[in-house]
């Protein structure tokens, strides 16, 4: 189970992936999911916003879907959730037509059974990392205050 991936895993996923369904993403701009997403768009990657709760609406050029059913294929899935709800996720991942190479959980997010159960299945488990601040590291974009929200406020 990879609980701390090398960076050289994480640059060949963040190279070799094009999409990424963000599970629990917010239309608040102000929340993490959100500008999280936000930024792999930017970097061009495709997003597929997952939020039962915002199903229908408009993110990111895309209508958020309910849930990885309605997902279509993906590169990554990126989870937003608690840690209790990725058991789920994985097994939403799993049972997917075409499935993920990647489930990735995002800082604060780790849960060892349903990580291996990925990984026994043959998809790479990034854990307790952001994607959005590994690219900055890894491909250097991060500022010299250590981070970058990716946010242009017009008052500056």
């Not at 991936?5 to 060949?12: A, E, I, N, T």
């Not at 097994?91 to 349903?114: F, K, N, Y």
């Amino acid at each position: 189970m990879t609980v701390t991936p090398s960076d050289d895993l994480l640059r060949r996923v963040l190279r070799s992936s094009k999409s990424f369904a963000c599970v629990g993403v917010s239309p608040n701009p102000v929340r993490p999911s959100h500008y999280v997403a936000r930024y792999l768009q930017l970097k061009g990657f495709r997003i597929v916003s997952v939020n039962p709760m915002h199903a229908g609406t408009r993110l990111f050029g895309g209508t958020v879907v309910a849930d990885l059913t309605e997902a279509g294929q993906v590169d990554v899935i990126d989870i937003f959730r608690r840690p209790e709800h990725v058991p789920d996720i994985v097994d939403a991942a799993l049972a997917m037509p075409v499935r993920p190479s990647v489930i990735w959980m995002q800082i604060g997010v780790t849960h060892a059974e349903a990580a291996a159960k990925a990984e026994a299945e043959g998809l790479t488990v990034i854990q307790d990392r952001c994607p959005k601040i590994e690219y900055q590291r890894l491909f250097g974009e991060l500022r010299m205050g250590g981070f970058n929200t990716g946010i242009i406020s017009s008052k500056l």
